[in-house]
């Protein structure tokens, strides 16, 4: 989901940094706010962004014939609300940015925008519906990883759709282009990033359930079992 | 069911993960005899969309530094999954001990 260095018009380009600078920055004044009030959660707050770091580490086939990674936000999100990964995002796309010149400086904000922003977001969202719909907690975890992995892959074909529309088509016959190279090859990686984070959260019930509790992310605890 | 659950979810995991590389067959040669490449990263595919696209636009801007070969990029590849993989089974191993200590204590 990486849009590369310089691949984007310079106005898209600061554009992006420009919407996600505000969430980035609001993002790490509540990640502060939360660990000053509650400081036993910083060893949570670390698993999330550890979780981030190895899951976009992870290129994984997919049936479409090409190689492309999860994004490891959802957990982050579920736990400490969307806002909080901006920041997290944001290093790990910094760190391919600079050493592995994956994604860029210059198109930092597009990347920050649907990976550390919309996939998140859209995280929490479904978790939050899944639970009012009173799905079981496991069912939300994994619904609310993988779309928000989706979305953020369909986020990053809209923003080079959106830079280079078609000569003829315009706009959406680019985007279903941009699409067929992102979304489609990420459906079953999406799964697994759900799948993964319904694991680390597994873990995360059977041993830091005094933390999560302070979380308040459980709704009321025994639906926990499911 | 509960108590494989981890297990079964990492094995539909690993499954993901071999099916495709098992079912996607490689393309015939091209007319140049050239072999065709399959499995290359999503990025790049993009970036050649780019350029069918929008055949005059030129990237202004080039990345500042480039891994010096396809090692180099997976050496910080793993890296990257080594520091994360790290701290999360750091963390697994204290919150099981704190566990198992804690059991302990109460039926002592």
Not at chain 1, 185 to 191: D, G, K, M, N, V
Request: proline share 6%; glycine share 10%.
């Amino acid at each position: 989901m990486h849009i590369m260095e310089g691949f984007l018009p310079v106005e898209h380009a600061i554009g992006w940094s420009v919407a996600s600078a505000p969430v980035v920055a609001y993002g790490l004044y509540s990640i502060n706010k939360k660990i000053k009030k509650n400081p036993e959660q910083r060893m949570l707050l670390g698993v999330a962004a550890a979780f981030t770091f190895v899951l976009s580490a992870l290129k994984m086939p997919s049936v479409t014939g090409s190689c492309s990674h999860p994004t490891g936000t959802g957990l982050g999100a579920i736990l400490f609300g969307p806002s909080a990964v901006a920041p997290i995002g944001a290093v790990v796309l910094l760190f391919q940015a600079l050493l592995l010149a994956h994604g860029g400086l210059t198109t930092l904000g597009a990347n920050i925008f649907s990976m550390a922003i919309v996939g998140p977001f859209a995280a929490a969202a479904v978790f939050r519906l899944a639970r009012a719909a009173r799905f079981p907690f496991g069912v939300g975890v994994f619904l609310a990883a993988s779309l928000g992995d989706l979305l953020t892959y369909v986020t990053t074909a809209c923003q080079l759709a959106f830079a280079f529309p078609d000569p003829v088509g315009g706009f959406t016959a680019s985007l279903a282009k941009f699409a067929g190279v992102f979304a489609l090859t990420q459906i079953p990686l999406a799964i697994s990033e759900g799948l993964l984070t319904v694991v680390v959260m597994n873990a995360l019930l059977r041993f830091n359930r005094e933390e999560l509790g302070s979380l308040n992310i459980e709704g009321n605890g025994q639906e926990v079992q499911a | 069911m509960k108590r494989y659950q981890n297990l079964i979810l990492l094995a539909l995991v690993a499954l993901l993960v071999a099916v495709p590389l098992w079912m996607v067959k490689r393309p015939a040669p091209g007319p140049d005899g050239a072999e065709v490449e399959i499995f290359a990263g999503a990025d790049g595919q993009a970036r050649d969309l780019v350029g069918t696209i929008a055949p005059s636009y030129k990237p202004r801007v080039n990345p500042l530094m480039e891994p010096a070969s396809g090692e180099i990029e997976s050496m910080l590849f793993a890296l990257q999954a080594a520091l994360g993989a790290g701290f999360i089974g750091y963390w697994l191993g204290s919150s099981a001990t704190r566990t198992k200590l804690r059991r302990s204590k109460s039926e002592a």
